[in-house]
């Protein structure tokens, strides 16, 4: 499974980044703690991909990407 988001930089859509990866994760089989880790892992990315590389220009976008590996 692969899903891909693309968003402006926004710190609104950090919740729906964090239901995505959520979802993701219990679709890829990961117990609760592994879930927990990966979504603040991808939650922290994010803020750093909006904060630092976009420095909060609303303007650009942020991209993620998510594979579990399986089709």
């Known amino acids: 499974m692969v899903v891909r ?4 930089s926004a710190f609104e859509m950090l919740d729906f980044v964090q ?4 979802h993701v994760g219990r679709a890829a ?20 991909a909006i904060k630092h590389g976009n420095r909060n220009n609303p303007g650009k976008h942020v991209f993620v990407e998510f594979s ?4």
């Open 5 to 8: 988001l693309e968003f402006t």
């Open 19 to 22: 239901v995505v990866s959520d």
């Open 29 to 48: 089989g990961l117990d609760d703690d592994a879930r927990h880790y990966v979504v603040v892992a991808i939650r922290e990315s994010v803020i750093n």
């Open 68 to 71: 579990t590996g399986s089709s």
